[in-house]
């Protein structure tokens, strides 16, 4: 497995923009799709973004058009663009990856907090 670790995340006001990173130690272009998810106190784990190693993307209703996820192969790298933060994206954002859009390996996690 290739370990992944998550970075970008912190505190924001409402309205803000945060960029989270995913770096892999090895080729991302082995772990297949790649995504983001995010978790909740008393809420189960949400596919956020995901996109496939050719570049298909898939987002969740609740942050389209406001988040971007992308891959840069050559820098083993996995990113989302959060815009226009809302209090109700607040949670814990993990990278993932393997199947279409990850779900094999898991990163530790970011926390990301919007206040109002």
């Known amino acids: 497995q290739v370990p992944l670790v998550e970075s970008g995340g912190g505190l924001v006001q409402a309205g803000g923009s945060l960029r989270l990173s995913c770096a892999a130690s090895?080729?991302?272009?082995?772990?297949?799709?790649m995504g983001w998810y995010r978790q909740s106190p008393g809420k189960q784990r949400e596919l956020v973004a995901g996109?496939?190693?050719?570049?298909?993307?898939n987002y969740a209703d609740s942050v389209k058009g406001r988040f971007t996820i992308s891959r840069d192969n050559s820098k083993n790298t996995l990113y989302l663009q959060m815009n226009s933060l809302k209090p109700e994206d607040t949670a814990v954002y993990y990278c993932?990856?393997?199947?279409?859009?990850?779900?094999?390996?898991w990163g530790q996690g970011t926390q990301v907090t919007v206040s109002s």
């Open positions: 090895g080729s991302i272009l082995s772990l297949n799709g």
């Open positions: 993932s990856a393997g199947r279409v859009w990850g779900g094999d390996i």
């Open positions: 996109i496939t190693v050719i570049g298909r993307t």
